[in-house]
């Protein structure tokens, strides 16, 4: 089951609202939520609920362990239980037949490569359960006595497949004590239209024009070989922006959920197209994935003691290596980290005396040819996209199909790239600043807030239904 879908928007969350808000205590609530987000998971994976389960199980029980046995050797082998049966889960579902392919290339091998479909949402709920044992161990959080409210936390469905990676501090204390107010209902359902408006007016009518430059990213040899350079530069601003609106889309209607059911998730993107270094762009990008590696990475002592530039480069490899299983996600982890070492290098103080015209265009370069290497899964289709950038492949500098898309998606561009900015809260900042301009935006809120709802919903029932591209990772 998807936001971004009528059965979900209409029946599943109305029907869940409801026996939600007719329980009056937070433990029935609970008991609610545990049952819907197994529903809502089970939808569309009624097997690997299980491994959910199991998880849940799992983490569960160490931390547990590691609060009785706090400071002893029980307490740091139940740690290790919990990342080695974690991240072995996530390594057998997610890049054994990677591993095997690689194996068998280098060595000349046959050994047979596995098939296992992908459990939707397993980057996401190990990384929670494996932040809480470690959050354990280190005295950050009281360690979880029922198991239901653990499962409740591994389990809750705004957040379950595709992010943000809510860590178990965020959410300890609203786990049996929260209220819902009106505020948060006005501003939940605000969030929710908001997002719904992003994933399916923006991000999805983008998809249409990256697939009709590039192709699909997993074929599209022929489309990428005739497109110029203009074509290809537009198509990579154009996968940037799809992917931002797609899943911080996504994110505004978890962090939305979570704020009706009385959740404070953290934010995910702070408009990262803002920035003026690489830098920024990661403390503005995927939020809740950077400080996890942060936290849990760079700042340890793995290498026997802190070393900076091999942390930084565990880092960006793992950062990579969690969006998929291929060399392109790798490539592209180790590009950012090799920006943010140079910028790490020129230091803070002298990268703000550059002129901010030169650091925007330098950045927005960088994440330009970036989404690029995201989104070319193939070595053949990468090394024609970079020829193509430059014309180096033979190519023109506009071909007629790149500038008929151009023009057909002018306008879609121009808003996306508008409101990639914060126009609306800047909007809402001025008004707050005049009483009665401030009632009149709100006002204006609403009416647009339920023209998106109606938009959306008008569009996801003339329309195929595109799963979020999150859900892969």
């Not at 249409?208 to 074929?219: A, C, E, K, M, P």
Request: hydrophobic letters at 50%; aromatic letters at 18%; a positive charge.
């Amino acid at each position: 089951m998807i936001f971004a879908d009528l059965f979900f928007l209409y029946i599943f969350l109305p029907i869940c609202l409801i026996f939600y808000f007719v329980c009056k205590k937070t433990v029935w609530r609970n008991l609610v939520l545990i049952v819907f987000s197994l529903i809502f998971y089970a939808w569309g994976e009624p097997i690997c609920v299980c491994l959910l389960v199991f998880s849940a199980l799992v983490d569960y029980i160490n931390g547990r362990m590691i609060d009785r046995y706090r400071g002893k050797l029980g307490a740091k082998l139940a740690l290790a239980s919990s990342l080695i049966i974690n991240l072995g889960l996530l390594f057998v579902f997610k890049y054994s037949g990677f591993f095997v392919e690689n194996i068998n290339y280098f060595t000349g091998l046959s050994i047979p490569v596995p098939s296992i479909e992908l459990p939707i949402g397993i980057s996401f709920y190990t990384f929670q359960t494996i932040s809480y044992t470690i959050d354990c161990y280190w005295g950050k959080v009281k360690t979880q006595k029922s198991f239901l409210n653990f499962l409740m936390y591994v389990s809750l469905f705004p957040q379950l497949v595709a992010g943000p990676i809510v860590r178990y501090a965020t959410v300890e204390q609203e786990i049996n004590c929260r209220h819902t107010t009106a505020l948060d209902i006005s501003e939940g359902i605000s969030r929710i239209c908001i997002g719904l408006g992003k994933k399916v007016l923006i991000a999805d009518n983008l998809s249409l024009l990256v697939t009709g430059l590039f192709g699909d990213s997993s074929s599209g040899y022929a489309a990428l070989s005739g497109l110029s350079a203009a074509g290809t530069w537009y198509g990579a601003i154009a996968v940037g922006l799809w992917y931002y609106f797609d899943f911080s889309g996504y994110s505004d209607i978890a962090i939305g959920l979570g704020r009706i059911f009385g959740f404070h998730f953290n934010e995910n993107f702070n408009h990262p197209f803002m920035c003026r270094n690489i830098t920024e762009f990661w403390q503005r990008w995927h939020i809740s994935l950077g400080s996890f590696f942060r936290d849990y990475l760079f700042y340890l002592p793995i290498f026997g003691k802190r070393r900076q530039y091999l942390n930084l480069f565990l880092v960006w490899f793992c950062t990579g290596l969690w969006h998929g299983a291929s060399w392109n996600f790798i490539i592209w982890g180790l590009y950012w980290g090799v920006f943010i070492l140079i910028e790490t290098k020129i230091g803070k103080k002298r990268l703000k005396k550059i002129p901010a015209v030169i650091t925007h265009i330098y950045s927005k370069l960088v994440i330009t040819i970036g989404f690029g290497i995201f989104y070319f899964e193939s070595f053949d289709k990468l090394g024609l996209f970079f020829k193509n950038l430059v014309c180096a492949g033979g190519n023109k500098l506009i071909d007629s199909k790149s500038e008929t898309l151009m023009l057909q998606y002018i306008f879609l561009m121009v808003a996306a790239i508008i409101l990639s900015f914060p126009v609306i809260d800047s909007i809402k900042k001025l008004a707050s600043k005049f009483k009665a301009s401030y009632y009149i935006v709100n006002g204006a809120g609403v009416i647009c807030n339920g023209a998106i709802l109606v938009m959306s919903s008008i569009m996801l029932v003339t329309s195929t239904v595109h799963p979020f591209l999150y859900f892969r990772f």
